[in-house]
């Protein structure tokens, strides 16, 4: 029972975090760790609870800011298949290999929060679509969240906002590409057999509930704010990937 209201709690806190400036993963995955879950069904719990914690933070964004569902379909079906290519290469990909990978992007991501970004645009003559040139960064994050995931929320926001999109019109994009990568993801760890159940919907309730909590929050925050949040995030995680690659 104890162990049930840990994982409620990580996951909601994780989520919170995730929601803002990405990440969450940094928290919940090496929790889990301690409490003796498996890598592979540690990453499986965390597919199916941010499956369910960003749609439902996506469809209250989308509500709350009157838009149609069509201009994330594009980059929606790209996390898609970027999430199913993921979740199936995982298995044959040691996690020391995942955990190289994770430090050379999460480095990237951090040193793109220190250049220059774009200008938030007018709302009225808002940004509706990537450009077709980064839908293969767009794919391989997709594919590096059904792999392993911490850090892909931030390397996905920062992918959005170089590209001149407002924060809440990229935590929309980035919500909604979340969950149909980690939905891809998600069939494939089915397939596998890595789910234990009761890791799973735990984490679950409590990543709906942070993500409500975030959600709420995110419209106060400045664009200063996001910045500072999302380069601390980053730091911490780029040290404990470090510290666990040793």
């Known amino acids: 029972m ?17 929601t803002l400036s990405g990440s969450g993963g940094m ?5 889990m760790l301690l409490l003796g879950v498996p890598v592979h069904s540690a990453i499986a719990a965390n597919k199916f609870a941010n499956m369910f914690s ?8 989308l509500r709350k800011n009157d838009t149609k569902l069509t201009p994330y379909l594009i980059s929606g079906v790209i996390s898609l298949l970027g999430g ?10 040691s996690r020391e290999n ?21 200008r938030e645009t007018n709302p009225n003559h808002e940004i509706k679509q990537l450009p ?3 839908y ?15 850090g892909q ?12 999109f407002t924060y809440i019109r990229t935590l929309s994009f980035t919500r909604f590409n979340t969950f149909l990568s980690c939905t891809g993801a998600v069939f494939t760890y089915l397939w596998a057999g890595h789910y234990l159940w009761n890791v799973a919907i735990p984490l679950t309730i409590g990543s709906i509930c942070g993500a409500q909590a975030a959600v709420k929050l995110a419209p106060r925050l400045k664009t200063k704010q996001v910045t500072i949040l999302m380069r601390t995030v980053t730091v911490l995680l780029i040290l404990q990937l470090m510290i666990q690659w040793r």
């Open 153 to 164: 929320g931030t390397l996905q926001m920062q992918l959005f906002l170089r590209n001149g």
């Open 132 to 134: 077709v040139s980064k």
């Open 2 to 18: 104890k162990t049930l209201y840990i994982l409620i709690f990580v996951g909601f806190i994780a989520t919170f975090i995730g």
């Open 98 to 118: 995942l955990t190289i990978i994770a430090l050379f992007l999460l480095t990237g991501a951090l040193f793109l929060t220190f250049l220059k970004t774009k």
């Open 136 to 150: 293969p960064y767009l794919f391989g994050i997709g594919a590096y969240d059904g792999l392993f995931g911490p």
């Open 27 to 31: 928290i919940n995955f090496p929790i």
């Open 54 to 61: 960003s749609f439902s933070s996506f469809f209250v964004l």
């Open 84 to 93: 199913i290519a993921g979740g199936l290469t995982a298995s044959s990909i």
